[in-house]
């Protein structure tokens, strides 16, 4: 089913990059949290949830363009995880760090992770202990790296969160890497960063795929009181603060 998840990420992808280098001006709406969507966030949604429903029909649909009530989603025990067009902010800045996320949740652990960087054309996946990159045409495997100094990755969009500020001053030497998107969690999986720290709100389906590949590519995924995040049915689509490190 991993490779089925995979092909269907690329061909959400595909309908993105179709309004990404289409001539005419970006048309950007904005949703009741004031956050940004565009006719690409529409486009990948619809394929992806037709092609889940396809793959597997017994299993329901978590998308942040189409969000279950909490009485619909109160009792799921296994879910799908998209976000269609992750870092909207980066795709109308035309910067190319945006990503599709699909992830399989169990019991309130993300078991599968795909995502999907369109511009690049790469693909990060991982499913139980095992996490690749397919590029260039090759499917490699990847783990999590130390380094001295340890590379913080951030928020290209938030990185002026003064909690973050605080956090990096008192963390000793390190190098900083600026990424938008779930990308920050690929390169720590990948061992490009040891340390991605979060203080501001995020929701589930920002990090739902992305946490799946840190796992199984070695990371540790907690809160800040060390706790693993969940994804149990809650009435808030909202997570904790969090930090994915290797250490």
């Known amino acids: 089913m991993l490779q089925q998840i995979c092909q269907l990420a690329r061909e959400a992808g595909a309908a993105i990059m179709e309004v990404y280098q289409a001539e005419q001006p970006l048309q950007v709406?904005?949703?009741?949290?004031?956050?940004?969507?565009?006719?690409?966030?529409?486009?990948a949604h619809k394929i992806i949830k037709a092609g889940l429903l396809h793959i597997a029909p017994d299993i329901p649909l978590l998308s942040e363009e189409e969000p279950p009530t909490w009485e619909e989603w109160k009792n799921w025990q296994r879910y799908w995880l998209v976000d269609p067009l992750d870092g909207t902010k980066e795709f109308i800045r035309r910067n190319g760090e945006f990503t599709?996320?699909?992830?399989l949740v169990e019991q309130g652990v993300p078991v599968m992770g795909v995502i999907y960087v369109p511009v690049q054309n790469v693909l990060y996946s991982g499913q139980g202990r095992q996490a690749w990159k397919e590029a260039n045409g090759q499917m490699l495997p990847i783990k999590i790296m130390a380094a001295k100094p340890p590379v913080v990755v951030v928020s290209r969009s938030h990185k002026d969160d003064e909690e973050l500020q605080d956090y990096l001053s008192q963390l000793g030497v390190h190098d900083?890497?600026?990424v938008g998107s779930?990308?920050?969690?690929?390169?720590?999986?990948?061992?490009?960063?040891?340390?991605?720290?979060?203080?501001?709100?995020?929701?589930?389906?920002d990090t739902g795929a992305g946490h799946a590949i840190a796992v199984a590519a070695g990371a540790h995924v907690t809160d800040w009181q060390g706790k693993a995040l969940d994804y149990t049915p809650r009435e808030s689509f909202l997570n904790p603060g969090f930090r994915v490190r290797v250490f």
């Not at 904005?30 to 956050?35: A, N, Q, V």
């Not at 599709?100 to 992830?103: G, P, T």
């Not at 990308?183 to 995020?202: D, I, N, S």
Request: glycine share 4%.
């Open 29 to 43: 709406k904005h949703k009741m949290d004031d956050s940004p969507v565009t006719a690409a966030d529409i486009a």
């Open 100 to 103: 599709v996320n699909i992830a």
């Open 176 to 178: 900083t890497l600026a």
């Open 182 to 205: 779930s990308l920050k969690f690929c390169m720590v999986a990948e061992g490009k960063a040891q340390l991605y720290p979060r203080f501001g709100p995020t929701n589930i389906w």
